[in-house]
């Protein structure tokens, strides 16, 4: 029986999907990082540490030709995000039995709940991001075009950015 999910939300830019280190993704969707090769589905676990030079310099290569710079938190943005997630959880009466929010990646581990673990994902990554820009600290802000109070708009892409 499942009581549980852990749940690993890599922030923008830090897990690509044909990371050398290996990846669930089933796809790469972006033509900027697929140049660097196709996904890593395996379930060989490799640190950094691990890599070759040439399997360092392709994921930096694809890093570094992403849309937008890596995301790396700080402690107000961390707390954004957590309020964030306090409120949906409050809505949706999840059980967040622990919560972990790294400069580069969260963990989460949630009680089963009647949504599927994947949108449970998706619900608490939109309410991380929406607070984030209503206390006007999200990661990427200065991106922001003149006259735009966010680069983020419902119904575009580039508002799921951040994870």
Known sequence: MVHGYH????????????DP?????EFVAS??????????????????????ANEVALREAARQALLYPPVAL???QALSI????KAQATK????????SILPEHTHLVIARHCYKVE????????????RLIADGIHPLRQLCKTGQETAWHVGSK??????
């Not at 957590?82 to 997630?85: E, K, R, T, V």
């Not at 580039?158 to 994870?163: A, C, E, G, K, T």
């Open 21 to 25: 280190r290996g990846s669930w993704s």
């Open 82 to 85: 957590a309020n964030g997630f």
């Open 74 to 76: 700080s402690g107000d």
């Open 92 to 99: 949706s009466d999840y059980a967040i039995w622990a919560c």
């Open 119 to 130: 949108q449970i994902a998706n619900l608490l990554k939109g309410a991380a991001t929406h």
């Open 7 to 18: 749940i690993v939300l890599p922030h923008y830019g830090f897990w690509l999907p044909n």
């Open 31 to 52: 033509w900027e990082i697929a140049r660097f090769g196709d996904t890593t589905r395996h379930l060989e676990q490799r640190t950094l540490a691990m890599l070759s």
């Open 158 to 163: 580039s508002m799921r950015v951040l994870f």
